[in-house]
């Protein structure tokens, strides 16, 4: 059995902070390292939906 944690193996992956593609969004953004899974959650109506589909977007655009 491999003891390993996830955070001993945080240098195998890229931590390149990930780009919304929204001015102002990105420098709150920017401890958040890509290649990586995050789980935004909250309310109905606070804008979820709207910032994936940005985020989907801005890929799609580069």
């Known amino acids: 059995m491999n003891n390993t944690s ?3 193996r945080a240098d195998e992956y890229d931590a390149t902070p990930i780009s919304f593609g929204v001015p102002g969004l990105d420098e ?13 959650e909250g309310a109905l109506g ?12 801005e890929g799609i655009r580069r």
Do not use: E
């Not at 709150?28 to 935004?40: D, I």
């Not at 606070?46 to 977007?57: D, E, N, Y």
């Open 6 to 8: 996830i955070n001993d």
């Open 28 to 40: 709150v953004s920017s401890r958040w390292p890509a290649n990586r899974v995050h789980l935004l």
């Open 46 to 57: 606070r804008g979820k939906t709207t910032l994936a589909l940005q985020f989907l977007l």
